[in-house]
Each structure stands twice: as C-alpha cells, then as structure tokens.
C-alpha cells in the first residue's frame, strides 16, 4: 500500500516549482509538467487511497491534477457491473465497435447488447496494424463503446433502458465528488466494453471540463501524457482544427507520461486536453465507466497552461471560458492592460466568481489580491497579444518532451 498522499503534496508551493521557456518575456508562464503533476513519471500519477476525501477531491480537480483514486466505485449504483450484468439488464440496448468507418461510417450503434459474443471478440478495427507499426504498445483490438452521452440522438436503446441508465448514473455520484455533478455525470456518460487486449487509441478529447473514469469490472491499463508543449513559432490551431484525432500522437512520437493499471473499482481523474489510451488487460471483458463532471472546472490547470492549451485545436470550445475567466479584453499595450486592471480590481476585486478566483489566486489561499489581479491581467494580456501573432497552422509543431531539462530555469510566480 502507498502511504496516503496529503493536500500538500499535491499542491506544492508555487515558487519552487520550475517553469517552462515563455511566450514573451512578459507571458504567462508553464509550469514544467512533472513538478506539477507529481506521481511517478513512466509510472503512476499520485493516489488517493479509501476513502478520499471530498476537499482533497475538490482542490486536485480544481488544479487540473491527474490521480489514481481507490474504491472510487464504492457505494456506487454500478459497482461490480460486469459486461455480461449490463447485457442481462439492457437486452435491448445498441452500442457500436471503434474503429469500423469503412463498413460503419455514420457511427450506427450496430451491435445489440444481447448477441453476448462481443464480450469476447478480439477484432482489429482498422488501421490497426498501422498503428501497432507506430508504436508497439497500442491496444491491438477493438473496444465496444455505448455512448450514453448520445442520449438525445436515440438509438441506444428503448425509452425505458435510458430512464433506468440515467436513474443509475445520477445516484453513482462518487461519495468525494459534489452531488451537483449528478447531471453532467449522465450527460457525458460513456461506457467502454470489451475482451482483453481491446481499448481506445492514444487521443485527444474536445471537453473543457475534467474527466473521471471508473473500471467497474474487470482491469485496465492507462498510458496518459499531457497536452504537448507548443513552443514560441509553433504556431496555433485554427478554429475548429482537431489535432489529435486517431493515430496522431502515434505519428509524431508521443510518450505517455503516466502508464498504469486500474483495478476493478479504481477511477483515474484528468483534466481537459490529456492524451489519453487504454487497453482492457483483465482475462474475461472489462467494463470501465468514462464521464466528466461540471464541478469543479480545472481553472488553475487552465492558467497554469494558458499557452498550450490556448493554442492546440482540439480544445477550441474552451477557448471562450478562457477568455473570459481572465476579463475578456485585450489591451493592445501592457501600460493601459495595467491601468485597466487596477481599475477593475478596484470595481469588483471583492466580488470576483469563484472560477476568476481560481484564474488569479496565484497563492491559492482563496483571496485574490490586488497585485495578484494586476500582475496576472497584464501577464494574460501579453500572453493573448503573442498567441495572435502565432501562425495558424493545421497541425501546430508540437514538441512531444515532458523530461527534457535543458531549458528550464527557477520559477518566479
Ligand atoms: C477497496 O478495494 C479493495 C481492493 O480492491 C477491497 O479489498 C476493499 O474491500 C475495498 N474497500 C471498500 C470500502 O470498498
Ligand atoms: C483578502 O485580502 C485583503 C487585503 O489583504 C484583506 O483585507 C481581506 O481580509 C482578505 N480576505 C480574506 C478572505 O482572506
């Protein structure tokens, strides 16, 4: 057993943390991705053992942070599900195999629940031999895939199997986790299925809210790196670009920073834009529940990162909220950035929303000063200014390294 981990070491002090090269001498800077997440790089992210506490909960998911939760299925309407449950409870529901364009292009869920030999299938899905080419450790089969979040299109199953899988959702919230979440747990529900040796390739999602995935049967393994670092040249995403589609990280080299396996029971928490894979290890199917809930929204995670994650296409829904957590205009010079922000703290420093709170309490102790505000609102400013002079390129440079030490100075927040 690992010894538990405390508040404070998943929230290190700041001013030790080192920082990534900047944008402009004046930008927002990155915090060097391995100081922030902690864990064990090549290993496992941080773990909270039974039972996590809702404020540990909270503050990690307010920060972005990756862990490893124990017994996050504990007490849940689902716990233990099997495959084989969920098809004698759902004979009538339809869901869908990954990676079956050619023969299923428009994503129809083709598969009924009670033709039980998909609990063992070990099928390829396409591409899959050119994947396996570019990197050996990609799950080799197919995963099958029912997805809940799709409640709205239909064809998942009768009326009757939707009230009841919502019903299950909604009282599965995580004891640590805010009972708010109970409808966005449903609203973004997926349920991944499948024999050993099938799992989801190494992708990027477009959520702009923190995901939590639960093995509620069987085990899993997860390699899970962050959003790459897009240097100053890199240049940008248009609007609309999604980059890490299928295959992608494969090509240009991605190492994950995180690989690990889960537990029947176990849930890993990350936060938006990580790269993630996994691959269904356990001997009979694995059953694993993926969502992402509202509350909280990783602002810290989304300052911290401000650079990449302004840039890289796949998050561009995000990319509004970021704005506007910040305060939504930018000056064309950082003089007037500064008068203004004096001037706005003076105005509603006392009233910020807890999500602005999150976006300038560099200290994190829940008050945002005023130099906190001024400082952060110019660094903001100048980050925008130099994102918008970045070129916009389909598929930005990224530069795939997490380990490198070279170019890494003390940090100065
Ligand atoms: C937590 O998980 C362990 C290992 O899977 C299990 O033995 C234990 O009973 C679980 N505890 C709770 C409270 O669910
Ligand atoms: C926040 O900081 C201000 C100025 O330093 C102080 O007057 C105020 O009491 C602080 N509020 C909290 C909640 O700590």
Redesign the pocket.
Known sequence: MEAPLFLSMLLPVHSVLLELPKLCPECLPETLETEYFGGRPGQDPPRLS??VSAEVFEQAARSGKVLIL??A???MALEGWSCERLSQEFPDAKMRREYDWVKNPQDQNLQDFSKMSWTSAQEQGEDADERLRQDSSAPPFAPFYWGVREHQQGNLGSKKVMKRIRDLITTSVPSFMDKKNAASLFDNAEFWMGAKGTGARAHMDSHCISTLSVVLHGERRWRIGPVPRLPKGAGRSPKGEVVFDDGVAYQLGWKPMFEFTL????AVLFPPGWIHETLNTAEGCTIALTTQFDIPVPVRYYRTFYNRLRRVGDLNACWEWMVKWAGGKVSKDLAQAKTMAQEMFSKTGAKLKQQQVDFFDLNEDGNVTQDEFVSTFVAWTATEQAIKKEKPKSLPKCDMAWDDKVLLKEGEL
């Open positions: 039974w039972p124990e017994n299925s504990a007490g537990k029947e029971g176990e």
